[in-house]
T-cell receptor
Framework: EAQVTQNPRYLITVTGKKLTVTCSQN?????MSWYRQDPGLGLRQIYY???????DKGDVPEGYKVSRKEKRNFPLILESPSPNQTSLYFC?????????????FGDGTRLSIL | AQKITQTQPGMFVQEKEAVTLDCTYD???????LFWYKQPSSGEMIFLIY??????QNATEGRYSLNFQKARKSANLVISASQLGDSAMYFC????????????FGTGTRLTIIP
């Protein structure tokens, strides 16, 4: 089954404790992206990757890091989480220049930073 | 820069009626795609329908259709014969066909279907 898998689905942690949210896709997509969703703001892009070893900042990259060592994986790293990073996070993937191909989303990760 | 505007924060519709969710957009990209996603209370993002900027005909997918008016920069979603399971948050989004193919989202419309 074609899917984007995120882990964990839920996490409650404390300020300053490094965490990683994993994302893996099995569709051989070149493009992958992280979004965060906050009430009243829709989804905003954090980082994206157009292919292996190619990553770039989105609209709200502060406080986050990513890596793309393999095509299927695109982890999101919070080196020193803060309460303003409490949010619902989505990983998505799609073919490059996919035209009508939609971005496939993972089921989301709900992070609470205390 | 791209911008999506959804002016209806919430809507209530009687079951079996049709409903139109409004979406207007702004972009300087010559080639782009417009998407609608549904987010039920469980949280996942479900793709509903796509419209390309050069498509001559409005897109349809089952009970979903997209009323695309390029000159007015609008891409409204029409759901026919609404069902209780249609109750969810609905997001309009757009994506350029080149460069960073990020989706730019609107703030969403919460649709509630009344039995």
């Amino acid at each position: 089954e074609a899917q984007v898998t995120q882990n964990p689905r839920y996490l409650i942690t404390v300020t300053g404790k490094k965490l990683t949210v994993t994302c893996s896709q099995n569709m051989n997509h070149e493009y992958m992206s992280w979004y965060r969703q906050d009430p009243g703001l829709g989804l905003r892009q954090i980082y994206y990757s157009m292919n292996v070893e190619v990553t770039d900042k989105g609209d709200v990259p502060e406080g986050y890091k990513v890596s793309r060592k393999e095509k299927r994986n695109f982890p999101l790293i919070l080196e020193s989480p803060s309460p303003n990073q409490t949010s619902l996070y989505f990983c998505a993937s799609s073919p490059r220049q996919g035209g009508g191909q939609p971005q496939h989303f993972g089921d989301g990760t709900r992070l609470s930073i205390l | 820069a791209q911008k999506i505007t959804q002016t209806q924060p919430g809507m209530f519709v009687q079951e079996k009626e049709a409903v139109t969710l409004d979406c207007t957009y702004d972009t300087s990209d010559p080639s782009y795609g417009l998407f609608w996603y549904k987010q039920p209370s469980s949280g996942e993002m479900i793709f509903l329908i796509y419209q390309g900027s050069y498509d001559q005909q409005n897109a349809t997918e089952g009970r979903y259709s997209l009323n695309f008016q390029k000159a007015r920069k609008s891409a409204n979603l029409v759901i026919s014969a609404s069902q209780l399971g249609d109750s969810a948050m609905y997001f309009c989004a757009m994506r350029p066909n080149f460069g960073n193919e990020k989706l730019t989202f609107g703030t969403g419309t919460r649709l509630t279907i009344i039995p």
